[in-house]
């Protein structure tokens, strides 16, 4: 493009999803990148003093307390990306045969093959830390390692009318996307509708879900919808443009990651969000074009991001257990409560921690959620096949 040329806005029929192109290497290492941020938050807050509680900090501490505060923005990230990749792919298959049985499919085997096995897990490390007594079956709606509960989780009912499973905050947002794989669907049913009756009834569902679901998650569905949109849109612009926006989206994160809210996903931080996110997605929209195939560099980028990427949904969801597990195993050698930061040996335990917590992700990852191809085509195959043999016998029975 000419250096002194205007950005073009084109609009797409279909999100492009070549993992070859620049934005989706990019979307790749913001996913990867985001859950170890959050991860390593949540880690150096359990097992080290906050920043301001340490005099004298070493600049190491400092620069990790300032990464971790990005953890807010991590999630949010999160948000926009799944508006792009879930909501754009629905987009591309809603006129093909079954499209929405195939989404609904496909979005609850991905988050089942890691909550299930998760929850399970979290389970005998609550039994080891004395929670819970396995010889009782609790159901009540108030315990969190109760039977309702873990039910309840599954289907995104956590901070809406249940606790999170197990006391793992981070399931918040995982009870957003939940409601917001239902909610499209619906939205797309009042515009794509085949007749008026269908439209009719998909709006009526989605204003009673708005009304009855909690103002933050309802608020946030409108960031989820932002990646929707900037899927379908191309921005061709000149790389200074691309550039000097990039710059444009690393100054206003730092502005608020030191000014904004970073303890909440509520209606009061809903502006400041939005505003991130359409500076993330008009950089993505302006990346959608190929990278170089002969570059090392990019080959290096791309597997990179491919491999955190891979295992970030895991390590998101399981890291709290494997906290809580490592730091009453840990914390007793070391015999204190909290680590010292200028400690060099509590330095290379943090770290060590953080270490086991990746390995111990992958794991989980590589033993269920990277099956969940297999699980999503055997639960496909079985609805199908029911489907067919309804059908089946209605014809017959019509003939007869």
Request: net charge positive; with cysteine; charged share 15%.
């Amino acid at each position: 493009m000419h250096f002194f040329s205007m950005p073009r806005i084109k609009y797409e029929l279909h999100t492009q999803v070549d993992e070859l192109d620049w934005h989706s290497i990019i979307i790749s290492l913001l996913r990867g990148a985001a859950a170890i941020v959050v991860a390593t938050a949540h880690l150096r807050a359990v097992v080290y003093p906050s920043l301001r509680a340490v005099s004298d900090a070493p600049i190491w501490f400092k620069l990790l307390a300032f990464i971790c505060g990005f953890a807010h923005q991590a999630v949010l990230v999160f948000f926009v990306i799944s508006g792009w990749l879930v909501g754009g792919s629905l987009l591309n298959r809603m006129r093909e045969p079954h499209a929405i049985t195939s989404y609904a499919v496909d979005r609850l085997t991905r988050l089942w093959t890691v909550l299930v096995p998760t929850f399970l897990l979290t389970l005998p490390i609550a039994f080891a830390h004395g929670t819970i007594n396995p010889r009782e079956l609790d159901i009540s709606t108030t315990n969190p390692y109760s039977a309702t509960v873990f039910a309840g989780n599954l289907v995104g009912l956590q901070g809406v009318i249940l606790p999170n499973f197990g006391e793992n905050f981070a399931l918040w947002s995982l009870a957003n996307e939940t409601w917001y794989y239902l909610l499209f669907p619906l939205l797309v049913g009042v515009f794509f509708g085949r007749v008026n009756a269908m439209r009719f009834t998909c709006l009526l569902m989605f204003f009673c879900l708005c009304f009855l679901l909690p103002a933050s998650i309802v608020g946030y569905f409108l960031i989820w919808l932002l990646g929707v949109v900037f899927s379908r849109i191309r921005i061709e612009c000149a790389n200074y443009i691309r550039w000097s926006w990039t710059v444009l989206v690393l100054m206003v994160s730092v502005y608020f990651r030191l000014k904004g809210e970073l303890d909440a996903f509520e209606v009061s931080t809903l502006g400041q969000d939005a505003l991130c996110s359409i500076l993330y997605l008009v950089l993505l929209s302006s990346l959608q074009f190929r990278a170089s195939s002969k570059s090392n560099f990019v080959f290096l980028l791309r597997k990179a991001g491919k491999f955190f990427a891979e295992f970030s949904f895991t390590l998101y969801v399981l890291h709290l257990p494997l906290i809580g597990l490592l730091r009453g195993a840990w914390m007793v050698q070391v015999g204190r409560q909290v680590l010292l930061p200028s400690s060099v040996a509590h330095t290379g335990i943090f770290f060590a921690m953080l270490t086991v917590l990746l390995v111990a992700a992958y794991v989980s990852y590589r033993l269920f959620e990277s099956r969940t191809h297999l699980v999503r085509n055997l639960v496909k195959d079985s609805v199908m096949r029911h489907r067919g043999l309804r059908a089946g016998q209605t014809t017959v029975s019509t003939k007869g």
